[in-house]
């Protein structure tokens, strides 16, 4: 079950989220009072974040326009840089041709967050897919998983997790025409490449898919992962991912019902990796508590509207790369390479 939120940027604190994005929750808040979380079983969980202190974000992609028009590998990890692949279209030159078939908006200063939990790394990969309209009823995004534990069996039946995005979106970019009918734009590099380079080289150069739609701001993302032994595991994945990114980030949310006891005590091994993008990350603050737990207010006021970095892909933000060729063979050739290497690498379980 996700849950989705609407938060006004003047008003962010760690402790609460307002207005629910998908409508108002009128539900009485059945979350235990603080005394009552006493009864909770101590369990260790350990907390790791950003490695690199980056005083300053880098620049993105190309210039005003970010990553809008680059290759992107839905293997990877969701809206991340590291999946980002070679530019397939020179939109500054489109821009200046045809201004009105870029859009670029900017949103009012403000942020969404959501809270996914998953009974395992293929249930936490489906929802995570479910995000967007081309990987919908899939597994992909396989190193959203993987990435973040990489010195062990991050796809073992053995784990739950859990995942959590709080988002601060400024700028909206995105193609109002179909890009597919575009092609005089595509970049030189990538119209050769076509003619050149195997299927293989040119999924490896360029990706599976190509951005039309993206989300520039900062965000705050946290994974959670577990040993679960429950019987009910996507109970016991909501009650730790609920409990640790509480207790770690301070972000409070309800999955469902009331967390218990005994769903939580199922759990072990726990473990918590979190990431920020955007502003000074040298004014994230650690609290060395048991848990650790990390204060975002210093680094929140870093964060610059000019400065605003590729955060998210929109809903219908992804076209498959063989969508964008012409030629009918070579089109057939790279969608059928395509389709097998996004097969291969969905996540899949290993007991």
């Known amino acids: 079950m996700n849950r989705i939120y609407t938060l006004c940027f003047a008003s962010l604190m760690l402790t609460a989220l307002s207005c629910n994005k998908s409508g108002v929750d009128n539900r009485p808040d059945t979350r235990p009072a603080p005394e009552e979380e006493e009864v909770f079983p101590k369990i260790e969980i350990t907390v790791s974040g950003p490695t690199g202190k980056i005083n300053k974000p880098v620049k993105q992609g190309n210039g005003d326009y970010n990553f809008l028009g680059y290759g992107y590998d839905i293997t990877g990890k969701y809206a991340d840089t590291a999946s980002v692949r070679t530019m397939a279209f020179d939109v500054a030159a489109l821009a200046k041709a045809f201004p009105d078939r870029v859009v670029n908006m900017f949103n009012s200063a403000g942020g969404t967050g959501e809270a996914i939990a998953g009974m395992n790394a293929a249930d936490l990969a ?147 990796v979190y990431e920020v993008v955007g502003g000074d990350l040298s004014a994230i603050k650690e609290n060395k508590t048991n848990p650790v737990s990390v204060n975002i207010t210093d680094w929140l006021k870093t964060v610059k509207r000019e400065e605003a970095m590729f955060v998210d892909i929109n809903r219908n933000g992804l076209i498959p790369i063989y969508e964008l060729i012409s030629d009918e063979n070579k089109k057939l050739s790279i969608k059928a390479y395509v389709e097998q290497y996004i097969k291969e690498q969905e996540v899949k379980l290993i007991d």
């Open 126 to 272: 489906a929802q995570i897919s479910d995000r967007l309209n081309t990987t919908v009823n899939s597994k992909s995004f396989r190193k959203s998983v993987t990435a973040f534990f990489p010195d062990q069996s991050a796809l073992s039946t053995k784990y739950v997790y859990g995942d959590f995005v709080q988002l601060f979106q400024f700028r909206v970019l995105r193609f109002s025409w179909d890009p597919r009918n575009m092609d005089n734009y595509l970049s030189t590099e990538f119209k050769n490449d076509i003619q050149l380079l195997s299927s293989a080289d040119l999924v490896k150069k360029y990706g599976t898919h190509i951005l039309n739609g993206i989300s520039l701001g900062a965000k705050v993302h946290g994974v959670y992962q577990a040993i679960s032994d429950a019987k009910n595991r996507k109970r016991s994945a909501e009650a730790g991912a609920e409990v640790a990114f509480r207790s770690v980030l301070g972000y409070t949310w309800g999955f469902g019902p009331v967390v218990l006891a005994s769903e939580y005590k199922s759990l072990s091994a726990a473990k918590l």
